[in-house]
């Protein structure tokens, strides 16, 4: 191989990769220096109307039950939660948050982080799984 080439190959793998170190360097300093971003939260949906089981085995699957039902059309990869409380990842872009609350009421709430809260949930690995 001939030195050009090899430098060539390099500034072309150096152009794809510098920016995702950058922007993972950058996430950190921002995480230590407490700088979190934020998060917009609206409440799409309160009420008894629509069951959620919080403790399916198929959560993935109740998610898009209800999503459904509430006309929301939102991508999502997994479902997280316990007993309470089910939330969609990736949550490095706009996720949902389901809560259950006293008398079988569930709240469901749209979140959409700013650029720093996302880029912030991708250096914790929390973005898609690709």
């Known amino acids: ?5 090899l430098i060539d190959i390099h500034l072309i793998l ?3 990769t510098a920016p ?3 922007l993972i360097a950058l996430s950190g300093v921002f995480y230590l220096l ?19 089981n919080f403790n399916a085995d198929d959560r ?14 939102l991508a999502f990869e997994t479902v997280r939660g316990n007993r309470s409380t089910l939330l ?17 009421v569930i709240e469901v709430t749209l979140v959409k982080p700013s650029f720093i809260a ?5 250096h914790k690995g929390h973005g898609p799984q690709l």
């Open 1 to 5: 191989m001939k030195r050009k080439l």
């Open 14 to 16: 150096a152009a794809f």
């Open 20 to 22: 995702i170190v950058i």
């Open 34 to 52: 407490d700088i979190k971003g934020s998060e917009e939260e609206t409440i799409v949906y309160t009420g008894t109307d629509h069951v959620v």
């Open 60 to 73: 993935s699957a109740e998610m898009s039950q209800l999503l459904q039902k509430l006309n929301l059309e």
């Open 88 to 104: 969609t990842r990736p949550t490095s872009t706009d996720y949902i948050v389901v809560r259950s609350k006293p008398d079988n």
């Open 118 to 122: 996302a880029i912030i949930e991708l």
